[in-house]
């Protein structure tokens, strides 16, 4: 069976599923119930300065975006950083830790952009016992409109500033917390490695309004009649937050950065799409929020299971294997050729397919054939798109297929197996304008 003990800048977890900072994180009760369900790590909910502590809205903190089974696929949040005394805060992670010396207890911080005051909070905060700080440069409500939070992350300056200024005071590791909410994340990710960070984590939450109040035509939620942007997250933002760690892990100024993955992480196959594409850990709240702690027996015994399928032992054999298959467009093969096929013996002649191809597509299956209601690939003006597939209900239904040889039907010319991309290809003027 794989060993999933997990190593993250030196620090050592049973498993490399970690609870992201957020309100299951919030306080010792909660980290303590995930602990004992079996949850390799918690990053402890942001802390700030000592003083009056943050308030909180009493309305609608969160909104839901539900599918058509009514299934919760993503939150908006406008919660804010703890809004409990710091004291009692540090009282209750040095706790945490005492009691759970094997497992990861990371401290989320978000501090004002002043050295002084991290010279200050840093010592205080690393006096519990954590084994590392992340520094919270994505909230994109509440505090990145008091200068801090997204406000720091959307400037790689500020990003850099204020990891020199954490380092040059800190023992322990320390994670910077990107945001999503820039154009590239590159920039931020180097600012981070510039500025002495041990590792990134990604990615928080994205700047989101979920929906109006179709009665009323006001915003939904809202609090004494206003609403307010918030923080999106969940399932639904796992192909960006995909991206995005791709983008760092394949970049040669930033691939050396360890990366711990945040962004929708719901069942195992979301950990090892994460894992696959250059992340060391994972982090969940979305998930632990709808479901409880318990799926962590599901996270776990699922991955176990992967790496056994693949002949793996450890977790570490699957960081990055991915990476290398990831690339930019103008570098895929043109001369490469797919088609789809349908299962006859599986399709239940729904005629998704067709529509979708018919309406939005390349008008490349059937519906009909000799008078009987009948879907099939017409090879001449499939392009290889994929919308079928993506939209087929019946699993492996519909399947692409190579062809590798003989004459492509849709442009009756004979398939070359020489590999060509966009650089090289002739119908680019500028690779025209290289050749001569």
Excluded at 203 to 213: A, E, G
Excluded at 294 to 314: N, V, W
Aim: contains cysteine; glycine residues 8%; charged residues 20%.
């Amino acid at each position: 069976m794989a060993d999933l003990n997990s190593e993250f800048l030196g620090i050592r977890s049973p498993n490399p599923f970690w609870l992201a900072s957020a309100p299951p994180t919030d306080k010792a009760y909660n980290v303590n119930r995930a602990f004992e369900a079996g949850w390799g790590g918690a990053v402890w909910k942001t802390l700030g300065e000592a003083g009056p502590p943050i308030v909180n809205v009493s309305g609608p903190r969160y909104s839901a975006l539900h599918s058509n089974e009514r299934r919760v696929i993503g939150f908006n949040n406008i919660e804010l950083i703890t809004d409990r005394p710091l004291q009692v805060n540090l009282d209750e992670i040095r706790q945490i830790k005492r009691d759970w010396p094997d497992r990861a207890l990371v401290v989320s911080v978000m501090l004002p952009m002043n050295a002084e005051v991290w010279a200050k909070y840093v010592p205080m905060i690393e006096d519990t016992g954590a084994d590392a700080l992340e520094l919270n440069f994505g909230c994109p409500h509440g505090m990145s409109e008091r200068g801090m939070g997204a406000a720091v992350g959307q400037v790689p300056e500020y990003i850099q500033m204020a990891t020199e200024w954490c380092k040059k005071v800190a023992t322990v590791p320390v994670i910077v917390k990107l945001t999503p909410n820039v154009t590239s994340i590159l920039p931020p990710a180097k600012a981070a490695r510039d500025g002495g960070a041990d590792a990134v984590s990604l990615i928080n939450t994205l700047n989101s309004i979920m929906r109006v109040d179709y009665d009323t035509l006001t915003m939904y939620p809202a609090t004494d009649g206003m609403g307010t942007h918030g923080g999106y997250c969940g399932e639904a933002v796992k192909p960006i937050a995909l991206n995005m760690v791709a983008e760092i892990s394949r970049h040669a100024e930033t691939a050396d950065i360890p990366i711990s993955g945040i962004g929708g992480i719901t069942d195992w196959r979301d950990a090892v799409d994460f894992l696959a594409l250059g992340a060391d850990n994972v982090q969940v709240c979305t998930a632990a929020m709808v479901y409880g702690f318990k799926i962590i027996d599901d996270l776990t015994d699922g991955l176990s299971a992967f790496l056994d399928s693949k002949g793996m032992t450890s977790v570490a054999e699957l960081v990055g294997k991915a990476v290398p298959s990831v690339t930019d467009w103008q570098y895929l093969n043109l001369n490469y050729v797919e088609k789809a096929h349908i299962d006859q013996e599986l399709c239940i002649k729904c005629g998704r397919c067709h529509i979708a191809c018919e309406d939005t597509s390349h008008q490349a299956i059937t519906h009909t054939v000799n008078g009987a209601r009948h879907f099939e690939i017409i090879e001449e003006e499939c392009v290889g798109c994929n919308l079928c597939v993506s939209v087929c209900p019946v699993e492996n239904c519909i399947a692409m297929r190579p062809v590798t040889d003989g004459i492509d039907a849709r442009t009756e010319k004979p398939i070359n197996t020489q590999r060509a991309d966009w650089t090289t290809h002739p119908n680019n003027p500028s690779a025209v304008r290289a050749a001569e």
